[in-house]
């Protein structure tokens, strides 16, 4: 079993290295395109950026809500049978803007080929807030790709994530890679 998550780690590695856009198939069946990978133990609910680790719901809540509202959305949500989900940062989810792209006015900047479904071409609420007004919070819009604020009573829709920094504490210990499709 082992070698079996090292040789889909490997297959995966690979691809994301050479930024394929075909399709690959590890020894235990599973498959991910490009950049990004549907999670199979999250019941193809998530999606794993493999660029940057991060782990995205595949469908985002397009439901307009406050900022205090999406953080507790997030918190309490349960995707694919997981939980631990939060609202990502700004740079998080800038991650998931390709500027390049701002070419039709209703279709968000996200990457070619990506597997999300459902995206509003909209700003989405971030977990960060303003420093300098404490009533505004930072949101990525997906249409203009772009960063602003907006006033935090506001409503704008939430998706959620899971991995990165916030997830895991410098002492605590790896653990294996999801099932992927």
């Known amino acids: 079993m082992q070698n079996q998550w090292m040789t889909a780690a490997l297959a995966i590695g690979v691809a994301a290295v050479l930024g394929s856009a075909d399709a690959t198939e590890s020894s235990f069946g599973t498959s991910q395109t490009g950049r990004f990978a549907i999670l199979e133990t999250f019941r193809q609910e998530a999606v794993l950026d493999l660029r940057t680790q991060l782990i995205w719901e595949r469908s985002p809540n397009p439901t307009e809500v406050t900022w ?5 959305r997030c918190t309490l949500k349960t995707i694919g049978g997981q939980t631990g989900w ?5 740079i998080e989810l800038m991650t998931l803007v390709e500027p390049s792209l701002h070419h039709a006015p209703t279709v968000p900047t996200l990457p070619p080929g990506h597997p999300f479904q459902g995206v509003k071409a909209g700003a989405y609420w971030t977990s960060d807030s303003s420093s300098s007004e404490p009533k505004h919070a930072y949101t990525v819009d997906l249409l203009h790709a772009d960063v ?7 409503t704008n829709p939430l998706w959620c994530v899971r991995g990165g ?9 790896a653990t294996k890679p999801p099932g992927l499709i």
């Open 165 to 173: 920094v916030h997830e895991r504490s410098p002492e605590a210990p």
């Open 148 to 154: 602003a604020t907006h006033e935090k009573s506001r």
């Open 86 to 90: 939060r609202l990502p940062s700004f």
């Open 68 to 72: 205090l509202t999406a953080q507790s």
